[in-house]
C-alpha cells in the first residue's frame, strides 16, 4: 500500500501562483509514473501533469507553459510549481502514482481556488 499526502492548495488571485506537494511512501524505483490530475466541479478528472521514471515530463496543453511537475527523489517528494493561475484553473487536484505498472494509487486532494 502507497500512501500519499498532498498540500499547498489554497486561495489566489488570478495570475498568482500555488506550489502543491505530494509526498509518497515506498521507493521511487518502484513508481512507473506519477503525476498530478485535477477536477473541477460537474467535469472528468483530467490529467494535468506527469513525471515517467526517467524523467519525461508530460503536460496538458491548457498548462503548458504555466506549470512545472518536479521531483525529488531524496524526499519522496512530488511537486506542481503553478503560475500565471487562471480562474478556470479552480478545481480538486490530486496526486496519482503508478505502482509497479499494476497498480494505481491516489491522494486525498487538495483544493485549488483562482479568483477572477
Known amino acids: 500500500q502507497v500512501q500519499l499526502v498532498e498540500s499547498g492548495g489554497g486561495l489566489v488571485q488570478a495570475g498568482g501562483s500555488l506550489r502543491l506537494s505530494c509526498v509518497h511512501s515506498g521507493s521511487f524505483l518502484d513508481i512507473k509514473v506519477m503525476g498530478w490530475y485535477r477536477q473541477a466541479p460537474g467535469r472528468q478528472r483530467e490529467l494535468v501533469a506527469d513525471?515517467?521514471?526517467?524523467?519525461?515530463?508530460n503536460y496538458a496543453d491548457s498548462v503548458k507553459g504555466r506549470f512545472t511537475a518536479s521531483r525529488d527523489i531524496a524526499k519522496n517528494t512530488l511537486y506542481l510549481q503553478m503560475n500565471s493561475l487562471k480562474p478556470e484553473d479552480t478545481a480538486v487536484y490530486y496526486c496519482?502514482?503508478?505502482?509497479?505498472?499494476?497498480?494505481?494509487?491516489w491522494g486525498q486532494g487538495t483544493q485549488v481556488t483562482v479568483s477572477s
Open positions: 513525471i515517467s521514471l526517467g524523467g519525461i515530463t
Open positions: 496519482r502514482v503508478d505502482w509497479r505498472g499494476t497498480t494505481n494509487y
